[in-house]
């Protein structure tokens, strides 16, 4: 059984999740939901998919208590086939559940066309992935447009080789906390793996064993920029429903995907938006230059508002110049009698006094 603490933490991370999106009177999937499903059978007509059957998956874990105990009861085990195969006649679906799964798949373009085709058309793809910038990835690249279309087009069952030699070489044991807690904390990260890893990992890899690793690597606007290219490029058809971005101390950010028979987001727009709002920690380079950049719009805004003052106080002088212009034009049109007649007028005045 989980703890109170830990419980309300998953608690937290399922309604990051699924935001205003209702699972209840839907059949749906859920991916390796090991011990923590994020939706229980009680609460929809769920069935749980994983690499490995209920009993493979107890021996895979059987030191680990926090698995374990309370592993749910696998009902499709997926190996090579499609999705929409191996359930059957369970699909279309509603909805499918990945947490932590798109990391790991070997064939990202291949794997979200497989959730495609096993989804109906209005149905959500929901998944939590992990932000690079709190990871073990902290020191890993980016994956690139060029490694997601060479996967696709290879048609991957396994990681490549360069992803495989990335992450033996550049994970690191980060510390999620203390990341948040002061970004600087970064530079005294240790590499996690020493070099006899990657010979390991090298001969692995050339006797056809799967490795298991991060296979793509993520920041939340990364993500958007990859599937703006797919989409664009590659043909999914899939629109952006909800992104809840990586909250305060946590590792991973939500997204809901729906598929659509013509998609409309404008994924170059929430990519950007991605980046501007993402949350950063004290002690980053881009805190230290936003904090800079506000010195700057405070220092902005106070020399538009001189300017603004300036402006005022030329516009009153204007008025006041065109006044005694318009007073001075007024004169000069006067005739030779109407200055004879006012003459004549004030001289009278004088008299009378």
Known sequence: MMDSAFQRVMERRKARLLGNYRVAGKRGVEVGPLSRPVVRRDEAEVYYVDHCSTEELKAKYSGDHAHIEGIEDVDFVWRDQPLVDLIGDKAPLDFIIAAHVI??????????????????????????????????????????????????????RRPGLRIVMDHFANVVTANTWALWDDYRTAEGQQYHHGPE????????????????????????????????RMVREMGLKFDLKFFMTTQDHDLEFYVQLERVKIPSTDWAAEAEKAEREALWPPGSAHIQRSEAQMVLEDQNAALRNDLLAMQSKFETLQAECQAISAQLQAERSLTMADRAKLGLRARLGRLAK
């Open 103 to 156: 990391e790991h798949v070997p064939d990202l373009r291949g794997w979200l066309g497989e959730m495609h085709d096993a989804l109906k058309v209005g149905g959500r793809l929901l998944l939590i992935v992990p932000d690079k910038r709190f990871t073990f990835d902290f020191y890993r690249r980016l994956s690139s447009f060029e490694e997601v279309t060479q996967a696709w087009q290879e048609k991957r």
């Open 197 to 228: 890893f990657l010979e390991m990992a090298m001969r692995q890899h050339a006797e056809g064993q799967y490795v298991d690793v991060h296979a793509w690597v993520f920041t939340p606007w990364h993500f958007m920029h990859l599937m703006s």
